[in-house]
């Protein structure tokens, strides 16, 4: 059984997470394997105490390469599911994604 604290394992911070969560409130997190919407909304609005407003998962597959000599499929980057989560309008923003203050 997950608990609340599995659920989250660390925020992605690209450019386009950073884009999105300055302008729309939105902020994107890797999450357990077995986790589903209501189990990421539960976790973030607990730990965080803010007000969700709306969670999308993906599953973000594999990336693959090949080798150079015998052309060959090689796996580079294991998947993993990923969760964007939407906060409510009056609520703050979460402090993992300031940057350097």
Same mark, same amino acid.
């Given at each position: 059984m997950i608990t609340i604290y599995d659920v989250l394992i660390r925020p992605l911070v690209?450019?386009? +997470?950073?884009? $999105? +969560?300055?302008?729309m *409130?939105?902020?994107?997190?890797? =999450?357990?394997? *077995?986790? #589903? %919407?209501?189990?990421?909304?539960?976790a973030l609005e #607990?730990?965080?105490? =803010?007000?969700?407003? %709306? =969670?999308?998962i993906l599953n973000v597959p594999a990336k693959r390469g090949r080798?150079?000599? +015998? %052309?060959?499929?090689? =796996?580079? %980057?294991? $998947?993993y599911k990923k969760a964007v989560v939407t906060l409510a309008a009056g609520s703050k923003t979460l402090d993992i994604?300031? *940057?350097v203050q």
């Open positions: 690209t450019e386009k +997470s950073n884009r $999105s +969560s300055s302008k *409130g939105q902020y994107t997190f890797q =999450v357990a394997e *077995g986790a #589903t %919407r209501s189990m990421v909304k539960d #607990t730990l965080f105490d =803010v007000t969700v407003e %709306r =969670v999308n080798r150079a000599r +015998s %052309r060959r499929l090689l =796996v580079r %980057r294991p $998947s994604f300031e *940057g």
